[in-house]
């Protein structure tokens, strides 16, 4: 499992059952949570390991930042039940989102090389770039209590192999995939029912 250091414990996390063979996925959630405990959520910045270079623009990190932003807000919104709010509080949960790129060896034994996103960014880098290693996109997770900030869950998604070097080949792209896996990243768990939820919000 990766670990870039911006979870507060790795520790907590279990490996979830996917059907991609491509996308993997940790999770960790507080068993003691009712899904009708929260009704407002604060959405912190996203956060994206990249600062800005002579091929990355501040303006194309910002164009990032914010539509992944606005992803996540349309989520939320979309459910009606659950207000977004920007003061901490009763009630109210607190989610932070980081997105990095990453790269790890053929050899599992090695540990993670966490690369900026940029080379996601620019138009065929990856497909110019092709090495040994194995590139991934990485999106970690955690969601709080904002009025106590006991950790009430934190989860790790990747997409990794060639799916990844081969669809991020522009701004647009990456937006559009980290759109995707930053919804499963906050968004969803399985219950005894097999059905998907959201994470902390009250089901419907």
Do not use: C, H
């Amino acid at each position: 499992m990766p670990q870039s250091g911006f979870l507060p414990d790795y520790s907590l996390l279990t490996a979830m059952t996917t059907t991609n063979a491509d996308v993997r996925i940790w999770r960790y959630r507080k068993a003691d949570i009712k899904p009708g405990s929260y009704t407002a959520v604060i959405l912190d910045p996203v956060y994206l390991n990249q600062n800005a270079t002579q091929e990355i623009t501040q303006d194309t990190i910002n164009q990032a930042k914010s539509a992944l932003q606005a992803s996540m807000m349309e989520m939320i919104k979309n459910r009606g039940d659950i207000q977004i709010v920007t003061k901490p509080g009763p009630n109210v949960v607190r989610i932070s989102v980081g997105i990095t790129g990453a790269e790890s060896t053929n050899n599992s034994l090695q540990p993670w090389n966490f690369t900026p996103v940029g080379m996601a960014l620019t138009a065929g880098t990856y497909a110019a770039g092709v090495n040994a290693k194995t590139p991934a996109m990485l999106v970690e997770s955690k969601l709080v209590d904002s009025a106590t900030n006991i950790l009430l869950g934190e989860g790790v998604v990747t997409m990794q192999g060639q799916p990844f070097r081969t669809i991020a080949g522009s701004s647009q792209s990456f937006v559009a995939m980290a759109k995707t896996i930053v919804q499963t990243s906050i968004g969803t768990y399985k219950n005894t029912s097999n059905e998907a939820v959201l994470f902390f919000l009250p089901e419907k």
